[in-house]
């Protein structure tokens, strides 16, 4: 099987590169630049040149594919200016819809990314649970885009991504990290109970594999969560050990002064399980948790890129 995989050079994509690859499958990876072309060529995947924002190409590489794992995000855009978000989740709707019409008439699957959000309150997010809308959440327009080619017969499913970790990168947590070092403060809202669900990026790369196998019903949802929920306060601290930067508490408006745009994620309780899809796929991750890389986490956003 070929399967036509977008931010396949990407830190989640290239382990799935390389999880696909290593199963016998042939990888079609598209690639923006001639570094990710010459990091795909070195990983021994075929190269589709072409990006998100060029429907056309996105349609092109379906079109030699048998299966589509799409992993692309703009978050290059979204690491200098979070005020992006918005923008970025409206080019990956339309990426998505672009492949869906390539896919429709056809029984070959698409595995699609999309994040955990604020899908309920007070207990842990399950995959049966509804996205809300990209109004309420931008993020959830990758959903959206989902829902709307499932209507028209494409076999779509869907991964919802919580902080995906290994000791170079730890999802947004390496912008808590460039808060801390531009403010000189690990800060945490409250008690710092509010959650973050995690998992290490290379269980996220087994799943998708998982999941592209798996005959499921166009539209399931899957969660890579190998943590359900990692409290603020334990991951500021672990900041604060990582960058020798003291740690503190802050009120709901001082921590809204502190994190800028970034507050309402900062404070949002997010946790997740995987329950069903452990279940489903037979998944368990295992490997070292995210407040163990955290406190070796190289990458940091600093405030220039902000």
């Avoid at 998708?208 to 949802?221: D, H, I, S, V, W």
């Avoid at 899957?222 to 603020?232: D, P």
């Avoid at 503190?248 to 997010?270: N, V």
């Avoid at 946790?271 to 948790?289: E, I």
Wanted: hydrophobic letters at 40%; proline letters at 4%; aromatic letters at 6%.
């Amino acid at each position: 099987m070929r399967v036509f995989v977008t931010g396949a050079s990407g830190f989640i994509g290239s382990r799935v590169t390389a999880e696909l690859i290593g199963e016998g499958y042939e990888v079609l990876g598209l690639a923006r630049s001639d570094a990710s072309a010459d990091a795909l060529a070195a990983a021994g995947a075929d190269v589709h040149r072409g990006s998100v924002e060029d429907p056309e190409s996105l349609r092109r590489g379906v079109a030699k594919a048998d299966a589509v794992i799409h992993l692309a995000f703009n978050h290059d855009a979204l690491m200098r200016d979070f005020s992006k978000l918005q923008e970025n989740c409206e080019v990956d709707r339309r990426a998505i819809e672009s492949m869906g019409r390539e896919l429709e008439g056809s029984d070959r699957p698409l595995v699609v990314t999309s994040g955990i959000g604020a899908l309920v309150s007070g207990r842990a997010a399950t995959e049966i649970d509804a996205h809300g809308t990209s109004a309420q959440f931008p993020r959830n327009a990758s959903e959206e885009a989902v829902d709307a080619v499932v209507a028209r017969g494409v076999r779509a499913t869907v991964i919802r991504l919580p902080q995906v970790h290994d000791p170079l990168r730890a999802g947004l947590i390496s912008w808590l990290i460039g808060f801390a070092k531009e403010k000189g403060v690990s800060a945490y809202a409250g008690d710092g109970t509010n959650r973050w669900p995690a998992v290490h990026v290379q269980n996220a790369a087994h799943l998708y594999r998982l999941a592209l196998e798996k005959n499921a019903e166009p539209g399931t949802r899957y969660h890579a969560v190998a943590e359900e929920g990692v409290h603020l306060r334990e991951i500021a601290e672990a900041v604060s050990r990582r960058i020798g930067v003291p740690v503190k508490s802050m009120t709901p408006e001082e921590a809204a002064d502190h994190f800028g745009p970034f507050a309402r994620i900062a404070m949002a309780d997010l946790p997740a399980s995987s329950a069903l899809t452990r279940g489903w796929l037979g998944w368990n991750p295992k490997g070292p948790g995210l407040i163990s890389d955290v406190d070796r986490v190289r990458e940091v956003v600093e405030a220039s890129q902000r």
